[in-house]
């Protein structure tokens, strides 16, 4: 039996859905375990395009099964979407993805009190994507939350009405808004259950059982480490555990069945929204990351902050996830830089600091310390063995992967499954 966690080593959008796509080759398995429809995640495969917000990536592959693990929360809605887009394309997900009852579904008020609170904040918003996901898992943490399963009871109206007397209290009172109308929700949800009612499963007991039955399960992240809940730079983070402990919680796999665990790395950073940023780019070196790894977020549509690669972060991931192996991408972005820097280390006030404190305080007077390497300055975009690489090219993958201590087995040169080359 064997569990491989994939998870973002940075700020997300490292490109794991590509990693997902190539390594679910040797998985029966593939199940997302945290977030919602918050995260995009892209594959590019025959030139074709694919953006999965919910649904793993590894549907693409007919013979996989997938699932969405109890830690996501579900909205109903794009789920449809996706799998309506996917029957367009001619994939069919019957009898291939199956959703744990146990998901909470985002519903009409929590998308309205996530916009409403981000402009209530002003000059000190979070940055969220206006999907619900944060205040549907507030509602799941106060008990207040309604779950597939719940979606699919007979007692879903009573369910519900107890709820939206409150939801409609704090619209109406709190935000100035009008109340959301109990049997308009009803007659919309009845159709999602419908639909939706047909893949419903206890996937813990689906994905335990598979590996009883020796077969591989690969378990898929949204987001990044340093937007988990928990250990990312709060409260500019999102709602979830984004880390290899949240795929244990977020699926019921347990500890023991994990045996890899790849973080996924750019050799540079990006972050969508608002929050601290040390090696964050403002000058033309920050454009080019930006322009040139066309770093715009598929699911906000919004340019992402793009900075140098930071060693002390990625250290800090490669600690709080065990991660096992760097799977590092979006290499060729690199390609037309002069020189190329990576962050080793900081300073506040002048003096070295070991250890990364994420209070709100030091993070906004800590000063980077770079080290500087030649670019190689031609394209490795339609390179496929790692001999061919610019001798510059593997200096710095060979320090990369000194300083981390990891080692790092792929790297990607471009968003196409075949642009990866085995190091």
Same mark, same amino acid.
């Given at each position: ?39 995009? #995640? ?18 693409? $592959? ?33 009898? *291939?993805?199956?959703?744990?009852? $146990?998901? $909470?579904?985002?519903?009409? @008020? $929590? ?25 549907? @898992? ?8 309604? /779950? ?37 929700? %009803? ?28 077969? #591989? ?43 890899? !665990? ?5 050799? @540079?950073?990006? *972050? ?31 340019? /992402? ?25 979006? %290499?060729? !972005? ?11 280390? @900081? ?17 906004? /007077? !800590?000063?980077?310390?770079? /080290? ?22 593997? !200096?710095?993958? #060979? ?17 196409? *499954? ?6």
């Amino acid at each position: 039996m064997s569990c491989t966690v994939v998870v973002g080593a940075q700020w997300g959008d490292e490109g794991k859905a590509k990693v997902i796509d190539f390594l679910c080759e040797d998985a029966q398995y593939i199940v997302r375990y945290q977030g919602g429809a918050n995260a995009g #995640h892209t594959v590019v495969t025959n030139k074709e395009k694919f953006v999965f917000h919910l649904i793993p990536s590894g549907i693409l $592959h007919p013979d996989k099964v997938c699932a969405i693990g109890n830690g996501v929360v579900l909205d109903p809605e794009q789920l449809i979407k996706e799998m309506d887009s996917l029957a367009d394309m001619g994939i069919s997900v019957q009898d *291939r993805l199956f959703i744990s009852g $146990h998901c $909470h579904i985002i519903m009409p @008020y $929590h998308k309205l009190f996530d916009v409403y609170k981000e402009q209530r904040l002003k000059g000190k918003k979070i940055g969220t994507t206006g999907r619900g996901i944060g205040p549907c @898992y507030s509602d799941k943490i106060s008990r207040n939350g309604i /779950r597939l399963i719940d979606l699919l009871s007979p007692d879903f109206k009573d369910i519900l009405e107890g709820l939206l007397d409150e939801k409609n209290f704090f619209l109406k009172n709190y935000y100035n808004q009008p109340p959301l109308d109990l049997n308009e929700i %009803l007659e919309t949800y009845a159709g999602y259950a419908e639909k939706l009612k047909p893949l419903e499963r206890n996937t813990s007991y689906l994905l335990n059982a598979a590996l009883k039955r020796n077969e #591989h399960v690969l378990c898929e992240g949204a987001q990044g480490t340093m937007l988990d809940i928990d250990f990312g730079t709060y409260p500019y983070v999102t709602s979830s555990n984004s880390t290899t402990g949240g795929a244990c919680t977020g699926t019921g796999i347990p500890p023991n069945k994990i045996t890899s !665990v790849y973080g996924v790395m750019k050799p @540079y950073l990006t *972050r969508v929204g608002e929050g601290y940023f040390p090696t964050e780019l403002k000058d033309n070196d920050g454009t080019q990351l930006q322009e040139q790894g066309n770093e715009v977020g598929a699911t906000t549509g919004r340019a /992402r902050r793009c900075g140098w690669f930071d060693v002390g972060l990625a250290r800090y991931a490669i600690m709080i996830n065990g991660i096992t192996d760097i799977f590092l991408t979006k %290499l060729d !972005v690199l390609d037309s830089f002069d020189t190329v820097k990576i962050c080793t280390g @900081y300073e506040i006030d002048g003096e070295p600091v070991d250890e990364i404190s994420f209070s709100r305080t030091d993070l906004s /007077r !800590v000063t980077p310390v770079f /080290r500087e390497f030649e670019g190689w300055k031609t394209s490795i975009a339609k390179i496929r063995s790692f001999s061919e690489l610019p001798a510059k090219t593997k !200096v710095f993958i #060979h320090e990369v992967q000194k300083l981390l201590d990891v080692p790092i087995p792929y790297i990607s040169v471009g968003p196409e *499954r075949e642009s990866t080359i085995k190091v």
